[in-house]
């Protein structure tokens, strides 16, 4: 398994922007995806964005246009970046990995989490 550690949750206002970010354990390049996930109160979990070996993201519709996930191979770290931040994005945010080796068509499968990192939008 990975070891994640998310970090750069808080408060902001609507419309204002938030960097998440995820310290991993390992090499992030050669596991098979990365994902940032969230959970509301009284909701269930929801799958914000992937990020695959390859580079190539995807995006929750909720989030598209607003949230981008990328990493520093460098630093084995992967952000989510949020902007235009809306009431509704308040959730406790969770960064996880599949930690097997990349494979054309493999349906990532998230066996390594975070902490999580809380994110609260206010008025």
């Known amino acids: 398994q990975v070891q994640l550690v998310e970090s750069g949750g808080g408060l902001v206002q609507p419309g204002g922007s938030l960097r998440l970010s995820c310290a991993a354990s390992?090499?992030?390049?050669?596991?098979?995806?990365m994902g940032w996930y969230r959970q509301a109160p009284g909701k269930q979990r929801e799958l914000v964005g992937t990020?695959?070996?390859?580079?190539?993201?995807n995006y929750a519709d909720s989030v598209k246009g607003r949230f981008t996930i990328s990493r520093d191979s460098a630093k084995n770290t992967v952000y989510l970046q949020m902007n235009s931040l809306k009431p509704d994005d308040t959730a406790d945010y969770y960064c996880?990995?599949?930690?097997?080796?990349?494979?054309?068509?493999?349906?990532?499968?998230?066996?390594?989490w975070g902490q999580g990192t809380q994110v609260t939008v206010f008025t």
């Open positions: 990020l695959f070996s390859n580079g190539n993201t």
């Open positions: 996880a990995a599949d930690p097997r080796a990349p494979a054309y068509g493999r349906v990532p499968d998230f066996d390594s």
């Open positions: 390992g090499n992030i390049v050669s596991i098979n995806a």
